[in-house]
C-alpha cells in the first residue's frame, strides 16, 4: 500500500522558471494538502483541494502560485516566474475525507531550491 | 484562531538523560487531533503519535511517552534515555474535523541536539 508519493524530491530552478510539484495521494484518498516549510521553520498550510475543487486556499500566496487536483493523476502544486524566496520544502498530505477516525498522510517531500 | 505553540526552540541533551519537549495548543473546537512529527537531518516527516480530543489517556511507545493535558491545553513529548538517533526537529500540530478537512497546524518546531 503505497504512502503519498511526491516527485521531484529535489528540484532546482533559475529565477523566473517555472517549477511543477507532482503529488500522487494514498489510493483512494480524495482529499489533498500542500504545505510549505521554509527553512528553519515549521510547516505552514498553503492549500486544501478535493477532486477538481480547490477547497481552501487561504495560504496561498496571491500571485505565481496555483494548485489542481484532477479526476485523473496526481494534484500539481505549480510555481510561475519562481524567486530566491520560494526555495523551500513541499509537503503534500492526503485523506480518505472527513470524520474522526480519518487522518492525512504526509508525502516526502520536494525540496525546491530557486537559484 | 488555532494555535499550536512550541515554546523551547531548541534542547541540547548528553545521551541517556530524558527529555521533555513542551507543546500547548489552542483551538476553539471540541473535536481535534493532536500529533507529533520527527523530521530528521534528511528531511522527511516521520509520523510519531496521533491523538483524538476525547481520549486523554498518556501513551508510551517504548522511550516515547506522550502526556495530553485538556485542562492546560498542552501535549507534551517525553523521550526517556535519550540517543544520539534521536537528534531531529520535532513537531507539534493540531488538525480539527471540520469544514477544513484536516488542514493541521504546526508548531515552530524544537531542535533536539543529543550528545555522545
Known amino acids: 500500500n503505497a504512502g503519498v508519493m511526491q516527485n521531484p524530491r529535489h528540484l532546482v530552478r533559475r529565477r523566473g522558471q517555472e517549477a511543477r510539484l507532482r503529488c500522487s495521494p494514498v489510493?483512494?484518498?480524495?482529499?489533498v494538502y500542500w504545505y510549505r516549510q521554509l527553512p528553519e521553520e515549521g510547516l505552514k498550510f498553503m492549500v486544501y483541494?478535493?477532486?477538481?475543487?480547490?477547497?481552501?486556499e487561504s495560504g496561498m500566496p496571491k500571485e505565481r502560485f496555483s494548485a489542481e487536483f484532477p479526476k485523473e493523476g496526481p494534484s500539481i502544486l505549480r510555481i510561475q516566474q519562481v524567486v530566491r524566496g520560494d526555495s523551500a520544502a513541499y509537503f503534500c498530505?492526503?485523506?480518505?475525507?472527513?470524520?474522526?477516525?480519518?487522518?492525512?498522510?504526509f508525502g516526502q517531500g520536494t525540496r525546491l531550491t530557486v537559484v | 484562531a488555532q494555535k499550536v505553540t512550541q515554546a523551547q526552540t531548541e534542547i541540547s541533551v548528553v545521551e541517556k538523560e530524558d527529555v521533555t519537549l513542551d507543546c500547548v495548543y489552542e483551538t476553539r473546537d471540541t473535536t481535534y487531533y493532536l500529533f507529533w512529527y520527527k523530521q530528521p537531518p534528511s528531511g522527511e516527516l516521520v509520523f510519531l503519535i496521533r491523538?483524538?480530543?476525547?481520549?486523554?489517556q498518556n501513551e508510551i511507545s517504548g522511550r516515547y511517552s506522550w502526556n495530553f493535558q485538556k485542562s492546560t491545553s498542552s501535549f507534551n513529548f517525553t523521550i526517556t534515555a535519550s540517543q544520539v538517533v534521536d537528534s531531529a526537529v520535532y513537531f507539534c500540530?493540531?488538525?480539527?474535523?471540520?469544514?477544513?478537512?484536516?488542514?493541521?497546524?504546526f508548531g515552530a518546531g524544537t531542535r533536539l541536539f543529543v550528545k555522545a
Open positions: 489510493k483512494g484518498h480524495s482529499h
Open positions: 483541494l478535493q477532486k477538481e475543487n480547490i477547497i481552501d
Open positions: 500540530a493540531l488538525s480539527e474535523d471540520g469544514t477544513g478537512g484536516f488542514k493541521t497546524i
Open positions: 491523538r483524538n480530543s476525547f481520549d486523554e
Open positions: 498530505a492526503s485523506s480518505p475525507g472527513q470524520g474522526l477516525n480519518t487522518e492525512a498522510f
